[in-house]
């Protein structure tokens, strides 16, 4: 049975915030730039799920360009000496830390998957029977970045029926 989620917008925004300055601009030169746009557009995406007390996911997608600057960031690389294990690794890593957050926030008993990571649009992935609840979403030098919390739906519709 799934719980109500007690971390809202302003959580996953202090999040998000603290991981970015932590491992992505530490020098606080190039901070992520909210747009509130949840319709922007993305290339490629990873995500965690959390279960037990609470059902859902955590996604974080971007643009091609916006990954390959996060892995360099993250693992102190230049840009051209990025390859695409090198951002697949990042990008698994960076919703498994925002994941972690979020697992920390919840009530006993939730557990956080393993990261998946594709290199594909995230409308190429789904995640059946959930909504939407938060997201942060914005511009990184001039590229798409979100991180967004879906919950199952499953429980509530079966507490329902």
Do not use: C
Not at 136 to 146: A, N
């Amino acid at each position: 049975m799934s719980v109500e989620v007690e971390v809202d917008e302003n959580d996953l925004a202090e999040m998000v915030e603290q991981v970015w300055e932590a491992y992505l601009d530490p020098e606080g030169v190039s901070p992520l730039m909210q747009t509130y746009d949840e319709n922007q557009p993305s290339e490629v995406h990873s995500s965690v799920s959390i279960t037990g007390s609470w059902s859902g996911h955590v996604v974080y997608a971007s643009s091609r360009a916006a990954a390959k600057r996060a892995a360099a960031a993250f693992l102190a690389m230049e840009l051209e000496e990025v390859s695409e294990e090198d951002i697949s690794d990042t990008l698994g890593e960076l919703a498994n830390i925002v994941g972690g957050n979020v697992k920390a926030m919840l009530p006993a008993g939730a557990q956080l998957s393993l990261p998946q990571v594709v290199l594909a649009p995230e409308s190429s992935a789904r995640y059946p029977n959930t909504e939407r609840i938060s997201g942060v979403y914005g511009l990184w030098e001039g590229e798409p970045v979100s991180i967004s919390m879906w919950q199952s739906s499953t429980d509530t519709k079966e507490e329902g029926a």
